[in-house]
């Protein structure tokens, strides 16, 4: 081989060499571009998702701020309303028994925080129930000295209150009280007449029932007297 012809082949390697060397790293680079383009894009997106995510969480909390802030509807004037009261309690003696505000003779007595009104307590709880109210639990707590032995008119005069505010008046009242001992019927006009006092009501609307438990469970046993009730108010304007 001539001397022309090793120089222009070595030439000629010298150019591929350096020709590779310039253009095997343009493909990486030109890829570690486009993934860091891709990245930053990404990273672009993320971004923007996160502020739409926060921005939709920002706008719901402050739609439901708004929609609690919007005062609740006045409730339905309804023409009717029926409430349930029912009420325990046990008996001991060195106690009064009072039913319907009136003391009635007899060895025990209502054990209570109050004066142990049975049917009192029943037809309050009665009225408050009607009118969706708290019960005499609630309103009059046996935890509070205040009602330490307070006779159970009061309580009864406070629900009527709400009756009137509400804007009802009393419908009719059926009561049935539960006692296996003492026999109630010898007083029952004259609970029903106290209780037509206490509730503004005309004795033809005011039912007074008197049964035994047939000496079964606690009140059958003399442990323990009941009382349910149940009323209905009628709004004033048709009354």
Known sequence: MSCLQQTSRANLSSVQAAGSRR????????????????????????????????????????????????????PPALPYRVGHGFDLHRLAEGYKLVIGGIEIPHTKGCEAH????????????????????????QLFPDNDPTWKGASSDIFVKE???????????????DCTIIAQKPKLSPHKETIRANLCKLLEAHPSVINIKAKTHEKVDSIGEERSIGCHAVIMLVRKDMA
Request: net charge positive; charged share 15%; glycine share 8%.
């Open 23 to 74: 253009i095997c790293p343009a493909p990486f680079t030109a890829a570690r571009s486009s993934r860091g383009q891709q990245s930053s894009c990404q990273a672009r997106q993320q971004g923007s998702n996160s502020c739409f995510s926060f921005s939709s969480r920002a706008m719901g909390s402050s739609v439901a701020t708004r929609a609690a802030a919007v005062e609740a509807p006045a």
């Open 114 to 137: 109050s004066d142990g009104d049975v049917l009192l307590h029943t037809v309050t709880d009665a009225i408050l129930g009607a009118l969706s109210l708290p019960d005499i639990g």
């Open 159 to 173: 629900a009527v209150k709400k009756m009137k505010e509400a804007g009802y008046v009393l419908g009719n009242l």
